[in-house]
């Protein structure tokens, strides 16, 4: 079978001109040195055209980015909350369901996944330096694909333990949101030291749907278990069923 088509979603400029639909280029790399075929999928297709562009679809990652519309959870907006772009959070909640209904493997980057929480219900902590602050800077200032905090990994039968290959990760982190009422469906399998959500699956075997709050998209240089996350939603998406 030939390469799949990975669909990757893109960032959107805020109150800025000219609009721009745009994507961290290692998202692409990481993509491609896996065996897929990076798609971009920016807001602002018409319906039409985006379900047609979803046919072709075998894989979907959800990439990094600014914040959800507090709305979508049912919160008002927390002073910290920054950079919304509604027509994304349309875009990319709808996707999700998509995925779930076509069981089309999702892997959920960071703003991902918290998406993917979103879309089934989930909320979020919308600011954690001034809801939940603690030791650990989950915005660091350190360069990207350098790690700054450990995560554990749940062992009993999780997908993200067997893909990473191992139960304890040192990851980079670029978020100042976190998931704080899982959605439906969802099961929590790994956390930083202060017990910050930092990966998310659905239950069993039957769909690839995984989720990490961290960027391994920038640590696949240096880092086997970075590498296995893109492997496993590009093989999960070359297998799928169609
Ligand atoms: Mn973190």
């Given at each position: 079978m030939s390469a799949p088509l990975i669909g990757v979603t893109t960032s959107l400029t805020v109150d800025k001109s000219p609009e721009r639909a745009y994507v961290n280029i290692a998202y692409l790399r990481a993509v491609q040195d896996a065996g897929g075929i990076p798609v971009l999928l920016p807001p602002h297709l018409t319906a039409e055209v985006q379900a047609a562009l979803w046919q072709r679809l075998d894989g979907l990652v959800l990439t990094g980015g600014g914040d959800i519309e507090p709305a979508r959870f049912g919160e008002a907006r927390h002073p910290?909350?920054?950079?919304?772009a509604p027509a994304r959070d349309e875009l990319e909640i709808g996707l999700t369901h998509r995925a779930l209904a076509d069981n089309v493997p999702l892997f959920a980057i960071c703003r991902g996944i918290q998406v993917l929480n979103v879309a089934l219900g989930g909320t979020l902590v919308q600011d954690i330096p001034s809801e939940?602050?603690?030791?650990?800077?989950?915005?660091?200032?350190?360069?990207?694909?350098q790690a700054t905090h450990a995560v554990k990994v749940m062992?009993?039968?999780?997908r993200l333990g067997r893909v990473l290959g191992r139960l304890e990760v040192e990851v980079n982190s670029m978020h100042h949101q976190a998931i704080k009422r899982l959605g439906e469906g969802l099961r929590e399998v790994a956390w930083a030291p202060d017990g910050i959500i930092e990966g998310i699956e659905m239950p069993g075997d039957a769909r690839f749907v995984l989720g990490v709050q961290w960027h391994p998209e920038e640590l696949v240089g240096h880092d086997q278990a970075a590498r296995n996350l893109f492997t496993a939603i590009v093989e999960a998406a070359r297998r799928r069923p169609r």
């Open positions: 910290k909350t920054e950079e919304v939940r602050p603690g030791p650990i800077a989950h915005a660091q200032t350190e360069p990207r694909h062992g009993e039968g999780t």
